[in-house]
């Protein structure tokens, strides 16, 4: 892993364990990517989708998904006119609406889909 990623790993680590309290005493962050304000992050026990809300960001929602209840995913490519990406993800025991989230060009959509195969189809 090279040395910035892992900083960038660390200080997200440092900051979920000691002041947001969302990470168990044994889960540690794997891989995660920024999308303007919002985070998805790849433990070794669940996928967290970090929403920054609002103006202010003050309001954020975390979602805790684990990778076993992960039914599904589908992602859409940017095209010529439009110019972001999706990524639907079907939880099982939430109905037929998938979590929707979209992403502009900066992201490797390829890169995260095949990032969250590993994790679910591991799971």
């Known amino acids: 892993m090279d040395a910035i990623l892992w900083i960038f790993l660390f200080s997200f680590s440092v900051q979920f364990h000691s002041t947001i309290y969302v990470l168990t005493t044994n889960e540690e962050i794997e891989k995660a990517y920024k999308v303007v304000r919002d985070l998805f992050i790849f433990t070794n026990k669940r996928l967290i989708l970090v929403d920054v809300q609002g103006l202010t960001g003050k309001k954020i929602e975390y979602q805790s ?36 989230k979209t992403f502009n060009k900066n992201l490797n959509i390829y890169e995260l889909q095949s990032v969250l195969a590993e994790y679910v189809l591991n799971a």
């Open 65 to 100: 998904i684990p990778y076993k209840n992960i039914t599904h995913f589908s992602i859409e490519t940017a095209g010529d006119f439009d110019l972001d990406a999706e990524l639907k993800i079907w939880i099982s025991g939430m109905g037929a609406v998938p979590i929707e």
